[in-house]
């Protein structure tokens, strides 16, 4: 009925701590159609791991609460399921590879053993079978000698092909969607480049829709078709790729593209953004972006804004687009290659 | 923006850096021939293990080397003793790339500061109070901050409390070990400012260690390619990323992805087969040679000399 894969509607999730409740998330929309590869950045602590743990149900409780909202998964809300109907759809539906793979692959099991678990238990195969699937996905990921490698234990691999065999564990049971949580932060740029052309192989190939959270806007530009843009717990503005580049709405979004170096910044000041991010154990009332805003109205302090669609795809949340609002120059060169000679 | 005087500040000749360890010796540095001249900033660009931190910290003298020169400003840094030593400590100063780990989480921002200051006895009392305001205000701080600790402060404020500790003593030489890696984009843009206009005024040199390519480009005058303990490329950042000689150096540039869909959409990726091998177990000849695109038969029987391929322009390869 619908071409969406998932759609998450007006998520909340607090974590109850003793200094206080910190709202980590704020209300939260967005959808990822099927086959498409949607990123998610912002800024560090504004609230982008936690989404993604939310849609897998690996917020862990005390402290985490869910205070509201829904996940609809393939037509169903995954907040109205329970563990094991959960664990199953962990297990086959929605894979997810974290940034440290040391941290989420079980160092005392081989890495093979490690891909079969899921097969045997969730796909009903033979440990035969399951052993001769997992050599399969070793060599998709493209690890050389997968034969010798699945009797291997995670420390003989390196970061690398840690990274790999984590990426083969949650496609082995052909997932609807894949979540990637900085899948190559802690890798090697030629390293890195393998990932993401195995990443782009799975998403044509097969047709997984992806989530991949990155703080790097190269990786972005290189893998996304959608860009959600977070920040303090909120989405702050989203839209498709080239809405994001090349025609971007919100302040923190401008500050954003403006801070990485282009080809022809040379000699240039990079443009930075003052300040720190809000704390989310008190965030301001109104937008959360205001004290560091160059823009900021009175409006800004008290009042959250509302969402403006510039297009059907493409929505802010900033007082500039009401009418009454001041005209302002996008501080950003607006448009696209202009400006690589080759 | 640069001086224009040639005074080579730094030499390092055949540097080498090898570690025991319990089965083995990791070559971490293995011959590196580089300079610097005053004033200039030398980035050191390559993949993880290759050797970048290990040169910097040779260098500065955290490590003795195994073998080669590290001449500063006309001294063997590696032979000198006593006061020279101490006036050498005073002069080069180094900037760590975890803000977190790398301040004493029990000492004051003004103590942290001060320390060099102490350790120096160079200035006490109000004296030293001073200096230490004037420091925070260079790097953008306040004076309120001087008696806070380093908790209570973002990462991009943890990176200026660095630099202003590293700036006490008037240094004219900084080796900057990835410097921003573990800062947020709009915050690494602070950083990259502050450490400019800090060269600017006070005629700085660096060594700047990253693996950020194009914030690497950015700040550099030249720069410097290193595989698996070896240098294998140098030049003018502009050159070098107009005109790579090594297929390291070309993998290593067409693997960054650039912040523009348009220039993505038709980029074609050179993908390397493979990982870096081991430097415990380096291959014969070229380091490069097990994922090199190009690599022919001498690659496996003979190491390529690092030379001067172009006017200017250093490669190791027995392409050229
Ligand atoms: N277990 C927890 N207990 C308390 N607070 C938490 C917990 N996990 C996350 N938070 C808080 O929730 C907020 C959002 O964190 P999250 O990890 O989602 O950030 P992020 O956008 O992924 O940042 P980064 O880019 O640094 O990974 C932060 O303020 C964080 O401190
Ligand atoms: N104190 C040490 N003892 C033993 N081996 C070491 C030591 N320091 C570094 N090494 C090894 O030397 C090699 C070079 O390490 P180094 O830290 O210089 O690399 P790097 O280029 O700075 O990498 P990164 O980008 O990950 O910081 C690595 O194989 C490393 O494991
Ligand atoms: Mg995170
Ligand atoms: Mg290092």
């Known amino acids: ?342 | 923006m640069k001086q224009n005087n040639n005074e080579i500040i730094l030499e390092v000749k055949n540097l080498k850096k090898h570690f025991n360890v319990g089965n083995g010796v990791v070559k971490a540095v293995d011959g590196v021939n580089f300079s610097i001249k005053r004033g200039e900033t030398l980035g050191l660009v390559g993949e993880s293990g290759c050797g970048k931190s290990t040169t910097g910290r040779t260098i500065i003298r955290l490590y003795e080397p195994t073998e080669g020169e590290v001449i500063f400003k006309g001294r063997d840094v590696t032979k000198l003793k006593g006061r020279e030593l101490k006036k050498f400590n005073r002069e080069m100063q180094m900037i760590f790339q975890d803000p977190y780990a790398s301040l004493n989480p029990r000492m004051t921002v003004a103590d942290i500061i001060g320390e060099g200051i102490d350790i120096h006895n160079l200035l006490s009392g109000k004296e030293r109070l001073e200096r230490i305001y004037s420091l925070l205000d260079t790097v953008g701080l306040n004076r309120e901050h001087a008696n806070r600790f380093p908790h209570e402060f973002s990462g991009g404020q943890r990176q200026r409390i660095g630099i202003a500790r590293a700036l006490a003593l008037d240094p004219d030489f900084i080796i900057a070990d990835e410097p921003i890696s573990a800062l947020d984009v709009s915050i690494q843009a602070q950083v990259v400012n502050l450490l400019q206009d800090l060269q600017k005024e006070k005629g700085l040199t660096y060594l700047f260690i990253a693996h950020d390519l194009s914030m690497v480009k950015h700040i550099s005058d030249r720069i410097g390619v290193m595989y698996l303990g070896h240098l294998v490329e140098l030049t003018e950042s502009i050159e070098l990323y107009e005109n790579p000689l090594h297929p390291y150096t070309e993998a290593l540039l067409s693997a960054i992805p650039i912040p523009d869909p348009e220039i993505e959409r038709t980029r074609q990726r050179i993908i390397l087969e493979g990982d870096v091998p081991s430097p415990m177990n380096p291959p014969s000849g070229c380091p490069f040679r097990t994922r090199c695109p190009k690599a022919m038969d001498i690659c496996a029987e003979k190491r390529p000399e690092f030379k001067e391929a172009q006017p200017g322009h250093f490669v190791a390869c027995h392409l050229y």
């Open chain 1, 1 to 342: 009925m619908t071409d969406k894969i998932l759609e998450v509607k007006d998520l909340e999730v607090s974590f109850l701590t003793y200094a206080g409740e910190v709202k980590a998330i704020r209300g939260v929309t967005f959808d990822v159609k099927k086959g498409e590869a949607v990123a998610i950045v912002g800024e560090s602590g504004s609230g982008k791991s936690v989404t993604s743990q939310s849609i897998m149900q690996l917020i862990p409780s005390p402290p985490g609460v869910y205070k509201n909202g829904e996940i609809i998964f393939d037509g169903q809300d995954l907040l109205n399921l329970n563990n094991s109907e959960m664990e199953k759809v962990r297990g086959s539906s929605i894979g997810m590879i974290f940034q440290d793979p040391m941290t989420s692959l079980n160092p005392t099991m081989t890495v093979g053993k490690q891909i079969a678990e899921g097969l045997i238990k969730h796909q009903g195969l033979n440990k035969s079978e399951a052993m001769e699937r997992a050599v399969e996905m070793l060599r998709l990921v493209g690890i050389p000698n997968p034969e010798a490698r699945v009797k291997q234990y995670p420390h003989e691999f390196s970061g690398g092909m840690r990274q790999r065999a984590m990426i083969a564990i949650a496609l082995s049971c052909n997932p609807k969607l894949l979540i990637a949580d900085e899948p190559t932060t802690a890798l090697d740029v030629t390293i890195q480049a393998q990932i993401i052309d195995l990443m782009k192989d799975l998403q044509n190939k097969f047709g997984t829709s992806i989530i991949i959270i990155t703080h790097d806007l190269g990786v972005v530009a290189d893998l996304a078709q959608r860009v959600v843009v977070m920040y303090a717990g909120k989405i702050i503005e989203q839209g498709s790729l080239d809405d994001i580049f090349y025609n971007p709405q919100h302040p923190y979004t401008w500050g954003l593209l403006r801070s990485v170096p282009r080809l022809d910044s040379k000699g240039q000041r990079l443009e930075s953004i003052e300040g720190t991010p809000p704390d989310l154990l008190d965030p301001p009332k109104g937008c959360p972006f205001y004290p560091r805003c160059d823009y900021a109205m009175e409006v800004c302090v008290n009042h959250f804004p509302e969402e403006t669609k510039i297009t059907d795809d493409h929505k802010v949340h900033c007082w500039l687009q009401h009418p009454d609002a001041p005209k302002v120059d996008v501080p950003i060169k607006i448009g696209g290659a202009n400006n690589e000679a080759k």
